[in-house]
């Protein structure tokens, strides 16, 4: 029968082309909308990281929960020695300490509040490579009282590289301080909120500032993404719970989750109506076959077959077809993918971000591997329902379309 089967798809070529182009089609759709969304969260991912949080950030512990309200009562004491425990552990590239502060910017002429940060510039400067640079360069550790700007708030102080602005804070004490700083760089991140407030300096000009010696976090940039899980694990069971709290990109990084959760769901329902346009497509060219060969099955009805062989012998045939129909999409999806990746597409910015990004086709095993499931349902599906239908065609009737 398996020869037969094969033998069948042969006899009909042009039909069998155009199943094995609807199905090849399907598959490959399916490969270029997964690798498509595939790369869409890749890059959010590693802007997040990338851009601003790191893989893993070290508090102390209740700063999330109450340390923007007071958050000099949960500063990190010693951290340089803390830094050197933690780079110790494995995937771990960088240990950087930052520190945080509220204060205003005077360039003047007008006042801005700004968030800003304090960083080992240094190792900062290989944690933002996803950061643009709009203007100037960024931080390096000869800047002792260097500042960089988001680009919102050059934008609103009308500041570029080489101008001078005047940072003002209040000390954990309560006393107003403050340092004036040369502008050395203008950056975006992908948060149009974030730049429109943030500013970068020294961690040592911060303290100053701020008289202390201590941080508010660490930040650690690991070799590898996907092992963050594994070295946050770590983390905890080094740490004591109840003077540190560890949390990993992704528990920071509320929109991330929310926007993949989102195309998840839209990749999903796209997934549902290609399996339906694919499922018709073969059907009609199925069952447009099995007319077509009416006459041929009641012949061999009559010549004694039963109706479940002829079911065996239909989905047996279009199982074949199926098989080389989702290895034909595979091919063709994944060439695809690499013409466009090499080309790119130009995307609009995303909510909340100030520029577009080129998207790739990202090519992943576990995604072409369920583009080629769902194809091969479908034409499994659509296979069982025409062979249904001969299996209950009377034998006389079957005769006449032979006469």
Request: net charge neutral.
């Amino acid at each position: 029968m398996l020869k037969l089967a094969f033998r069948n798809l042969f006899r009909h070529k042009v039909r069998t082309s155009i199943t094995l182009a609807a199905i090849a089609f399907g598959v490959a759709v399916l490969i270029l909308s997964g690798g498509f969304v595939e790369d869409m969260f890749v890059q959010l991912r590693e802007s997040t990281i990338h851009s601003q949080l790191g893989h893993i950030q070290v508090y102390k512990a209740g700063y999330q929960a109450l340390g923007r309200r007071d958050p000099y009562h949960y500063l990190i004491p010693n951290p340089e020695m803390l830094a050197q425990q933690l780079a110790k552990l494995p995937h771990t590239v960088h240990v950087m300490a930052r520190l945080q502060f509220s204060g205003e910017l005077n360039n003047t002429r007008a006042d801005l509040p700004v968030e800003g940060e304090g960083v080992e510039a240094g190792k900062e400067s290989e944690l933002d490579s996803a950061v643009t640079w709009l203007a100037g360069r960024a931080l390096t550790d000869g800047d002792a009282y260097g500042i960089v700007l988001g680009e919102g708030v050059a934008r609103a102080l009308r500041l570029h590289p080489g101008d001078y602005a005047t940072l003002v804070m209040s000390t954990p004490g309560g006393a107003l301080n403050s340092l004036e700083f040369k502008v050395v760089g203008v950056f975006r991140t992908f948060a149009k909120d974030y730049d429109d407030h943030a500013v970068r300096i020294a961690l040592r000009a911060a303290q100053d500032l701020l008289i202390t010696q201590s941080a508010h976090s660490l930040v650690l940039l690991l070799d590898d993404t996907l092992a963050t899980a594994e070295v946050a694990a770590a983390l905890k069971a080094q740490l004591p719970a109840s003077e540190y709290e560890v949390k990993t990109w992704s528990e920071l990084a509320d929109f991330y989750d929310k926007a993949v959760e989102l195309y998840k769901r839209y990749f999903g329902a796209m997934r549902i109506i290609i399996l339906v346009m694919v499922l018709l497509s073969v059907l009609n060219s199925i069952t447009l076959a099995v007319h077509e060969r009416t006459g041929e099955f009641g012949t061999l009805m009559a010549l004694g077959n039963r109706g479940a062989e002829l079911f065996r012998l239909i989905f047996l045939e279009n199982a074949l077809l199926g098989f080389f129909g989702c290895v034909a999409g595979v091919v063709l999806g994944v060439s695809l993918a690499e013409v466009i990746s090499a080309i790119g597409i130009p995307m609009p910015p995303p909510p909340n971000m100030s520029s577009g990004y080129t998207a790739l086709i990202c090519v992943v095993p576990s995604a072409v591997l369920m583009s080629v499931l769902i194809g091969y349902v479908a034409v499994l599906l659509a296979a069982a329902l025409a062979a249904r239908r001969v299996m209950r065609l009377p034998i006389m009737e079957a005769l006449r379309h032979n006469i």
